[in-house]
């Protein structure tokens, strides 16, 4: 069974730093893309972030582009999402995802297979 678990959200002040990591089981995703979405209450979910399947392309929505890094260890079969300088509107319940057997990039929902349960990111003013 293929699960995606997010960890490492939490509360923070605005203008701190927060790094999420999505740990994958059942199989490999070393030769898969992954990607990190959010979904803010009351708004659709959105694109934030992704990643190839060697890490050699990254792209990011432009609200997080120069404040997120994402990243990801396949020996560990995990990817992350270094969050800095962070606002009030990042507040959103942060789930990561993974392709199938794709390598490529993608940024929107329909490409991806499988999903992580999430993790709330909580960003006071």
């Known amino acids: 069974q293929v699960q995606l678990v997010e960890s490492g959200g939490g509360l923070v002040q605005a203008g701190g730093s927060l790094r999420l990591s999505c740990a994958a089981s059942?199989?490999?995703?070393?030769?898969?893309?992954m990607g990190w979405f959010r979904q803010a209450p009351g708004k659709e979910r959105e694109f934030v972030a992704a990643?190839?399947?060697?890490?050699?392309?990254?792209y990011y929505a432009d609200s997080v582009k120069g404040r997120f890094t994402i990243s990801r260890d396949s020996a560990k079969n995990t990817v992350y999402l270094q969050m800095n300088s962070l606002k009030p509107e990042d507040t959103a319940v942060y789930c990561c995802?993974?392709?199938?057997?794709?390598?490529?990039?993608?940024?929107?929902?329909?490409?991806?297979?499988?999903w992580g349960q999430g993790t709330q990111v909580t960003v006071s003013s």
């Open positions: 059942g199989r490999t995703f070393s030769s898969s893309a």
């Open positions: 995802a993974a392709r199938e057997s794709n390598r490529r990039v993608a940024v929107t929902t329909t490409r991806y297979d499988y």
């Open positions: 990643i190839s399947w060697s890490g050699g392309t990254t």
